[in-house]
């Protein structure tokens, strides 16, 4: 300590800057130099303690604005950080949010996409069903086609070409004339009769058959497309037998109401012959059930021919 304290005067005496103006100016003049006191060695280090005492007031001067700018910096970034974080805390509700409507949505497609799921199984069961009954019917189908088939091939060889099939029994239309006796004979040489009449559904078969032939050929004249039936009162006036002598069934009769005067057939007319009118034809006429007139036999008429179909 006291080699220390030694080496500082000798450093402090050669520096006369620090010593007071009166002494350096007595040294410049000569004069012997005073011994130093320990009061000059006292405001010596005075004048060094405020020194570095500024030094130090610079040093933490340049700290504070040093930390200053540090602080400032740092409460930016901090406020920054602040801002990105509201920011982000924004954008996660958001998320949240749509993600929240996103479970809702994602739930209900599910439950839509259940309920089709549902509706799909109901629809492949009944498709099924469907499927099932189809093969079904194709199967009947295919066995009543076999069966019709059949029994088409057996009634095309029940009546002889050129007859027409209806309810058991074979019928021919012919495209020329005779009187009704001739008609008849005719007839029973194709090996059959006049037409004998016996049903409403036999009557509308054969109004609508002759009703089509004269559509067909555009014929206006509705008595020129008559055609005789098996039907007489030519033995006694008034009573209406059939060819094969059965009488005329009251609850199966077909006469026609007249046009120009509406009176009712059969009027044994005999204007055009004194015999009367004793044979029965069947004219086209819209009303199926009023298609007979009583006309004299001697008139050229188309026939109705009528037998039995063979169906094995
Ligand atoms: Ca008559
Ligand atoms: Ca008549």
């Not at 009166?22 to 130099?33: I, L, M, P, T, V």
């Not at 949240?96 to 799909?120: A, P």
């Not at 005719?186 to 037409?195: E, F, I």
């Amino acid at each position: 300590m006291e080699m220390d304290s030694y080496e500082s005067d000798q450093v402090y005496e050669n520096v006369d800057i620090k010593q007071p103006p009166s002494r350096r100016a007595g040294k410049q003049h000569g004069e012997s130099a005073a011994p130093v006191d320990s009061s000059d060695r006292q405001a010596a280090y005075c004048g060094w303690d405020v020194w570095l005492l500024i030094a130090l007031s610079c040093l933490l001067l340049a700290g504070s604005v040093a930390l200053g700018v540090l602080f400032y910096n740092l409460q930016t970034k901090n406020l920054k950080l602040q801002s990105q974080y509201s920011e982000l805390e924004r954008n996660y509700t958001d998320i949240s949010v749509t993600v929240s409507d996103f479970q809702t949505k994602n739930l209900e497609l599910q439950s839509q996409y259940s309920e089709l799921e549902r509706n799909y199984t109901d629809i492949s069961a009944t498709v099924s069903d469907f499927q099932t009954k189809n093969l079904e019917l194709q199967s009947r189908y295919s066995e009543l086609e076999r069966n019709y088939t059949d029994i088409s091939a057996r009634v095309c060889e029940a009546c002889p070409q050129n007859w027409e099939l209806f309810n058991g029994k074979c019928h021919y239309f012919s495209t020329d004339r005779m009187n009704w006796h001739s008609s008849r004979d005719n007839c029973t040489s194709l090996g059959g009769h006049l037409v004998i009449i016996e049903s409403e559904a036999e009557q509308r078969f054969l109004s609508e058959k002759v009703w089509n032939i004269t559509h067909e050929a555009k014929i206006s004249n509705e008595e020129e497309q008559s055609h005789w039936i098996g039907l007489t009162d030519s033995v006694t006036e008034g009573t209406w037998l059939w060819v094969d002598g059965t009488p005329l069934n009251e609850k199966a009769k077909f006469w026609a109401t007249r046009t120009h005067d509406k009176g009712k057939e059969p009027d044994d007319y005999n204007g055009e012959d004194p015999a009367g009118e004793d044979c029965a034809q069947l004219q086209p006429k819209r009303n199926s059930k009023e298609t007979w007139f009583d006309s004299s036999c001697k008139k050229q008429y188309k026939r109705i021919c009528e037998t039995k179909a063979v169906i094995a």
